[in-house]
C-alpha cells in the first residue's frame, strides 16, 4: 500500500477516534430538596399549619400526596385529609412535587425553584403569565417568584413549529410561527400549556463548583397553568426527567454535553443531589428497565424478594422505580408475601389497625421515649428486606420502616400500602443510596451513598467557544426572589448547538498526521 494511502487511513482511523470523544462525559450536580425540608417550607407553605414532620399526620400527608399525584393508578378516593392532632383540613394540592432544585435559566439568570419529575419529559417554567403563580405570601411579606420571558434574556428565542422536537406535542399550520405545547398530568385537571423556546441554562462542575457551563437546552414557555399546578403544585416551573427526547438528560446527550445518564441520592436530613451525566460506578448493582410503549416509566422486574432469612422466588413483578413517590406501594402477590413474612419474624406487639396511621403493619416500640427514634432500637432487630433483581443484583433495603411518636410512645410501621394497581417503588426505599438512571445503556444501578461525595470527574472533552455572557453565581439553596442573578468574572463556557467539538489534544494528533501525510 502506498505510503500516502497508509497516511489517509491513519487520518480516517484518528477522526472516527476524534469523533468518538465528541462524547459528553461532564457531570453537573444539583442540590436537590425534600417537600418538606426546611429552606423548601419556608418559600412553599405560604403561612398553612402542616403536620409536624415526623407525626402520623405527617406520613397520613405524604401517602394522600402519593394517591392525588397518581391519580387512578393507585385507585384510591380523594377525600380531604384530616389530622386528628389538630382537627384542621389541609390542602393537599400544597404537598406538591416530593422534590425541587434551583436552576438558573437566561441572560441575565433568573433562578427558579423547580419540581423534578421523573414521571414526565418536558422542561417548562411559568413564561408571560396568562394563568399561574406569580407569588405567595407569607404572613405580611409577599414573595415573587421568578417568571421567564424572551423579553428579557438576550440568549432565549422561540422554537419554530419545523423543528423535529416540535413534533412531539403538535402539528403547526406554518413553519414559521412558534412551536405550542400542552402536556396533561395524571393529577386532575392540571395542564401546563404554552410554546418551546430555547435559552442557556447554567451548569456547575459536580465536582468544581467554580467551573461554569451555559447549555442551550429546550424547555417550555409555560403561560397557562391549571389545575394543582395554581394551587402550590409546581409553583415556579417543572423539570421532566423521563424518558422522552424532550427532558433535560436527552438534550444535554443529543448536545454532547453529558452522557445519557442521570443519578439522584436521598439522604436521611430532606437534602440529597441529582448529577446529570452520572452513570455511577462498575461496582454498582444493576438491572435492565423493561420498557412499556404505552407506559415509558423506569420499570424493573424484582425476580426474588428475601425477608429476614426466609427468600421467595416470585414470577416477575414488575415495578417502577419513582422518585417522586414518598412510599413504595405494592399489590398482591408481593404485597401481601412481605407483609406476612416480616409480620411473623417481628417480636414486638402488633398494633391494630389505626385510621390516623395509614399503614396497615404497625408495631409497638419498647424505646425509651428520651432516645432518638429509630426502628433499629426496638427491642427485637427488625428483619432485613432484600430484592433480588432481573440480574441476580440486590437490592438491600437500608430501612423498611420508620418510627413516629405516639401518646403512649413510639411504634413503628413497615413503609408500604398496599395498591390495587401499579408496583411503585418510592423513595423510602431509595434512601441511603445513589440511584443511578442509564438511559444510554437501559439499566438502574444502585451504590449506598452518603449523597456528599463528589459524583467523579467533570472533565469536559470539549473545547468549546468562550461565552461573552457571563452566567450568574449558581445557588443549590431555594430561591423564589425574581431579581436577576448577578454578574461573575468567574471562568465560563457556552456550549452550543451544532458545534463539531474535540479535544484540544486530538486536534495536535490531528494535526501533527496531517504534516506526516503531507511529508509523505
Known amino acids: 500500500m502506498p505510503n500516502y494511502a497508509r497516511g489517509l487511513l491513519l487520518l480516517v482511523f484518528l477522526m472516527g477516534c476524534a469523533a468518538r470523544a465528541c462524547k459528553g462525559s461532564g457531570k453537573f450536580g444539583l442540590k436537590i430538596h425534600h417537600r418538606f425540608s426546611d429552606p423548601v417550607r419556608k418559600i412553599l407553605d405560604s403561612g398553612e399549619n402542616p403536620p409536624e414532620k415526623g407525626t402520623a399526620g405527617y406520613f397520613a400527608a405524604l401517602v394522600r400526596r402519593d394517591f392525588a399525584v397518581h391519580g387512578r393508578r393507585l385507585s384510591v378516593d380523594r377525600t380531604p ?78 422554537l419554530p413549529c419545523d423543528s423535529p422536537l416540535c413534533g412531539h406535542y403538535t402539528s403547526c399550520s406554518t413553519s414559521s410561527t412558534a412551536c405550542p405545547y400542552k402536556v396533561m398530568y395524571l393529577s386532575a385537571n392540571t395542564v401546563s400549556s404554552g410554546y418551546l423556546v430555547e435559552d442557556v441554562v447554567h451548569l456547575t462542575a459536580n465536582n468544581n463548583p467554580s467551573k461554569l457551563v451555559n447549555a442551550e437546552i429546550t424547555f417550555g414557555c409555560g403561560r397557562n397553568q391549571t389545575g394543582s399546578f395554581l394551587d402550590g403544585g409546581a409553583p415556579n416551573g417543572l423539570l421532566g426527567l423521563g424518558l422522552g427526547s424532550v427532558s433535560v438528560p436527552s438534550m444535554l446527550a443529543s448536545e454532547d454535553i453529558a452522557v445519557n445518564s442521570f443519578s439522584m441520592c436521598f439522604g436521611d436530613d430532606g437534602t440529597g443531589r441529582i448529577v446529570f451525566g452520572d452513570q455511577g460506578s462498575s461496582d454498582q448493582g444493576e438491572t435492565p428497565f423493561h420498557l412499556r410503549q404505552l407506559n415509558p416509566h423506569y420499570n424493573i422486574s424484582i425476580t426474588q424478594i428475601t425477608v429476614g432469612t426466609n427468600a421467595s422466588h416470585v414470577d416477575a413483578v414488575y415495578a417502577i422505580f419513582d422518585t417522586g413517590t414518598s412510599f413504595t406501594y405494592l399489590n398482591d402477590p408481593a404485597y401481601t408475601l412481605i407483609a406476612k413474612k416480616f409480620d411473623s419474624q417481628v417480636n414486638d406487639s402488633r398494633l391494630a389497625t389505626d385510621s390516623n396511621i395509614p399503614f396497615d403493619y404497625c408495631y409497638e416500640s419498647s424505646i425509651n421515649q428520651t432516645q432518638t427514634c429509630s426502628s433499629s432500637q426496638s427491642s427485637t432487630p427488625t428483619p432485613s428486606l432484600n430484592l433480588t433483581m432481573q440480574g441476580g443484583d440486590q437490592f438491600h433495603v437500608t430501612d423498611p420502616t420508620f418510627p413516629l411518636p405516639t401518646k403512649s410512645g413510639y411504634v413503628y410501621c413497615l413503609g408500604m400500602v398496599k395498591s390495587e394497581d401499579v408496583n411503585i417503588i418510592g423513595q423510602n426505599f431509595m434512601t441511603g443510596y445513589r440511584v443511578v438512571f442509564d438511559r444510554e445503556r437501559m439499566v438502574l ?24 455572557q457571563h452566567p450568574p453565581k449558581s445557588s443549590e439553596e431555594p430561591q423564589a426572589t425574581s431579581k436577576s442573578g448577578s454578574s461573575t468574572s468567574g471562568a465560563s463556557l457556552t456550549l452550543r448547538r451544532g458545534l463539531f467539538r474535540l479535544k484540544s489534544s486530538t486536534y495536535m494528533l490531528i494535526l501533527i498526521f496531517l504534516e506526516v501525510l503531507l511529508i509523505l
Open 81 to 158: 385529609l384530616t389530622f386528628s392532632s389538630s382537627n384542621t383540613t389541609y390542602r393537599l394540592s400544597l404537598f406538591g412535587y416530593l422534590h425541587y432544585a434551583n436552576v438558573t435559566v437566561g441572560t441575565p439568570g433568573l433562578s427558579f425553584l423547580v419540581a423534578l419529575d421523573t414521571g414526565s419529559d418536558l422542561f417548562w417554567l411559568p413564561c408571560d403569565c396568562v394563568s399561574c403563580i406569580r407569588g405567595i405570601r407569607l404572613g405580611l411579606q409577599e414573595i415573587d417568584f421568578s417568571i421567564y420571558s424572551l423579553k428579557t434574556s438576550s440568549t432565549g428565542k422561540k
Open 445 to 468: 444501578g444502585w451504590k449506598a451513598s452518603d449523597c456528599n461525595e463528589a459524583s467523579g470527574s467533570s472533565m469536559f472533552p470539549v473545547s468549546p467557544r468562550t461565552s461573552t
